[in-house]
């Protein structure tokens, strides 16, 4: 079946930091990739997403490349924001499937 | 547009009572789900519905739980009789069409304890 694996949080950080959180996948088919971002007391939100192999997502200074060949998808940020403190999800949905798979999520905290 | 609407935003309820969590999703979606959140679980998917109908309940704990979806712009998640485990946050989240790569928008999440 299909599962997604992030590395565990907490992370903490610095302000302007460089952020990585490492997302490996499994799937039987070509699925989409995601992260979705939680901020405290709220629904999560889409940050970013990439629909085939080798394609990169990106918004508000985040970058995600969907790596076929290692089965990831890696957030990256160069230089993060005390407002970037958030409680990070990778997911997966097969092109004809209809749900999203969540990794467990990945709790990140920067500070000034 | 108002996004996805849930209500209540918090619940408390004694165990063995009925509790219902009520969504609206974004208007024009066709896609609507509910999800649980715990720290020891994550997120879990419940139930998916599209155009009104019940796809997928396999994510639904036990008979305690039912969901429905009497028209394109409501969706209730009843638990009944709830129990002390059943505590956690119930998310609903709706989406545009049937393609896994279209954005799921989620409401704000309902915070039920149960006592």
């Known amino acids: 079946g299909n599962s997604v694996t992030q590395m565990e949080g907490p992370v903490t950080l610095s302000e302007e930091a460089f952020l990585t959180i490492n997302c490996t996948y499994t799937?039987?088919?070509?699925?989409?990739l995601f992260w979705y971002v939680q901020y405290p007391g709220e629904g999560l939100q889409l940050l970013l997403k990439?629909?085939?192999?080798?394609d990169k997502g990106s918004n508000k200074g985040f970058e995600a490349t969907y790596r076929k060949e290692t089965t990831s998808f890696h957030l990256e940020k160069g230089s993060v924001q005390v407002s970037d403190s958030a409680v990070y999800f990778c997911a997966l949905s097969e092109d004809s499937g209809y749900a999203l798979n969540f990794g467990k999520g990945t709790s990140l905290l920067v500070t000034p | 547009d108002a996004g996805v609407i849930q209500s209540p935003r918090h619940e408390v309820t004694e165990m063995g009572q009925e509790v219902t969590l009520r969504c609206k999703p974004i208007s024009g979606h066709n896609s609507l789900f509910w999800y649980r959140q715990t720290m020891m679980r994550g997120l879990e998917l419940l139930i998916y519905?599209?155009?009104?109908?019940?796809?997928?309940d396999s994510g639904m704990p036990e008979d305690r739980f039912s969901a429905k979806m009497p028209n394109a712009s409501f969706s209730t998640l009843k638990i009944q009789p709830s129990e002390p485990r059943d505590s956690a946050v119930y998310f609903c989240?709706?989406?545009?069409?049937?393609?896994?790569?279209?954005?799921?928008?989620f409401g704000p999440g309902t915070r039920l304890t149960v006592l």
């Open positions: 799937a039987t088919g070509y699925p989409s």
């Open positions: 989240a709706s989406r545009a069409g049937l393609a896994g790569y279209n954005e799921q928008f």
């Open positions: 519905f599209n155009n009104n109908v019940p796809i997928d």
């Open positions: 990439a629909t085939k192999a080798d």
